[in-house]
């Protein structure tokens, strides 16, 4: 399986499973227990990777958010919780996802190693949000580091993503506008955000970048740990039902 072959069938499965411990019932629950609410959880669970940094670092490693929304969110929540702490709370949230649904599945640790061989691989500058993520322990279990996996590897191409769409002259409010309409309030931006001309035409090429350095990062697997990469996602995903 070729890296482009690879992108093409794995890149949309992986951004839904590698978030799919977000607001995830389990994760809520967990959330209110150390005192922080679904969105503070988000906030400062995936950003506390980052350490106890000032909100527009966030703001830059996300991409997306309204800088004033992230820090209302990221200062009320770190009062509550300690960055970190919250981000160890919240990916091992995601591990336990995996513990039970995964346990028998065929070739997980052939998707381990090749997913690994490619963190390991990959050149961090530009990737922040990624980079930060990898610096977290890895979970020992098969099913827990299968599941945190696929949130360094969401994070991969998230953070490349961000950079074409910079690199395009993109907004990445603009952005997100288009890909996501429905959820432009949410992110701290007007429902009636205006959308400039040409956007739609620099959003199309910011993917095509994206898919061109994403699969550049595959090219350190050979063609039979690509396979094993791609089955791996594909066995994930049915047993999630998805």
Known sequence: MQPEALIAATAAPVNGLGAKFYFHPDSLAKGKEAGLDGFRLYIVGRGGVLGDCHADVVTSAFGYFNR???????????????????????????????????????????????????????????????????????????????????????????????????????????????RRPDDVKTFGWPEDLHVPDGAGEKLAAADAAT??????????????????????????QAAFGD
Request: proline share 4%; net charge negative; charged share 20%.
């Open 68 to 178: 004033g929304l992230v820090a209302k969110m990221w200062d009320s929540g770190r009062e509550t919780v300690a960055p970190m702490d919250a981000a160890q709370l919240y990916l091992e949230c995601n591990a336990e996802l995996g513990r039970g649904v995964l346990d028998d599945i065929e070739g997980l640790d052939a998707f381990c190693a090749a997913g690994e061989a490619v963190v390991d691989a990959v050149n961090p500058a530009g990737l922040t949000l990624f980079a930060a993520t990898a610096a977290m322990p890895m979970p020992e279990d098969l099913p827990g580091r299968a599941m945190h996996l696929l949130v360094l590897h969401r994070e991969l191409r998230g953070s490349i993503h961000l950079g074409a769409i910079i690199a395009q002259g993109l907004a990445a409010e603009h952005a997100h506008a288009l």
């Open 211 to 236: 898919d061109l350095v994403n699969a550049d990062a595959y090219r350190v697997l050979s063609d039979q740990q690509r396979q094993d990469f791609a089955d791996g996602v594909a066995a994930i």
